[in-house]
C-alpha cells in the first residue's frame, strides 16, 4: 500500500499541474470587448473624419484561452484605444486605433461571457458567509 501511495502521489501532482497549466488556444476571431460587449475585428478601414470621441482601451491582454474581465482583447496590446464611429451605434460597430495610427471597424458581436462574474460579489459574499460562521462558533462557544 505505501509503495502505491509514493507512486499515485506524484502522479496526481503532475496530472493537478498540467490540468491548470495554461492553455494557448488559437481563437475562432480577433476580438476586443469593451464595457461587456464583444466586437469582432473586421478587415474594414474606418477613414479619421468618421471618427468620434475615444470610448475605451484595452487594459488587459491574453491569447490564452479563457475569460477575463475589463477590457479585454486577444489581438491588441494593452492600451489600444476604441473609438466611436460617427452616426454608427456602438451596438453596431466601433473602431479600433492600430499601430500605424490608422482605425479598423469591430462589429457587435454580444455580450462577453467573461464579464459575467463578478469577483467584488463574490468576495463580499464569502465575507458574509465567513462572519456568519464566525458568529455561530461564537455563540455556541458561549452557551457551554
Given at each position: 500500500?505505501?509503495?502505491?501511495?509514493?507512486?499515485?502521489?506524484?502522479?496526481?501532482?503532475?496530472?493537478?499541474?498540467?490540468?491548470?497549466?495554461?492553455i494557448h488556444a488559437d481563437w475562432a476571431?480577433?476580438?476586443?470587448?469593451?464595457?461587456?460587449?464583444?466586437?469582432?475585428?473586421?478587415?474594414?478601414?474606418?477613414?479619421?473624419?468618421?471618427?468620434?470621441?475615444?470610448?475605451?482601451?484595452?487594459?488587459?491582454?491574453?491569447?490564452?484561452?479563457?475569460?477575463?474581465?475589463?477590457?479585454?482583447?486577444?489581438?491588441?496590446?494593452?492600451?489600444?484605444?476604441?473609438?466611436?464611429i460617427k452616426d454608427v451605434d456602438k451596438?453596431?460597430?466601433?473602431?479600433?486605433?492600430?499601430?500605424?495610427?490608422?482605425?479598423?471597424?469591430?462589429?457587435?458581436?454580444?455580450?462577453?461571457?467573461?464579464?459575467?462574474?463578478?469577483?467584488?460579489?463574490?468576495?463580499?459574499?464569502?465575507?458574509?458567509?465567513?462572519?456568519?460562521?464566525?458568529?455561530?462558533?461564537?455563540?455556541?462557544?458561549?452557551?457551554?
Amino acid at each position: 500500500m505505501r509503495k502505491f501511495l509514493f507512486l499515485m502521489i506524484p502522479l496526481w501532482l503532475a496530472t493537478t499541474f498540467f490540468a491548470i497549466w495554461p492553455i494557448h488556444a488559437d481563437w475562432a476571431y480577433n476580438f476586443v470587448v469593451n464595457d461587456g460587449k464583444s466586437y469582432i475585428i473586421s478587415d474594414n478601414r474606418v477613414e479619421k473624419e468618421q471618427i468620434g470621441s475615444i470610448i475605451g482601451k484595452v487594459t488587459s491582454f491574453s491569447d490564452k484561452e479563457g475569460t477575463y474581465s475589463g477590457n479585454f482583447s486577444n489581438h491588441y496590446p494593452k492600451g489600444t484605444e476604441y473609438y466611436n464611429i460617427k452616426d454608427v451605434d456602438k451596438n453596431e460597430a466601433i473602431a479600433i486605433k492600430i499601430n500605424d495610427g490608422s482605425f479598423i471597424k469591430a462589429n457587435y458581436e454580444g455580450e462577453y461571457a467573461g464579464s459575467t462574474f463578478d469577483w467584488g460579489k463574490a468576495l463580499w459574499y464569502t465575507a458574509g458567509l465567513f462572519l456568519l460562521v464566525l458568529v455561530i462558533v461564537i455563540v455556541k462557544n458561549n452557551r457551554k
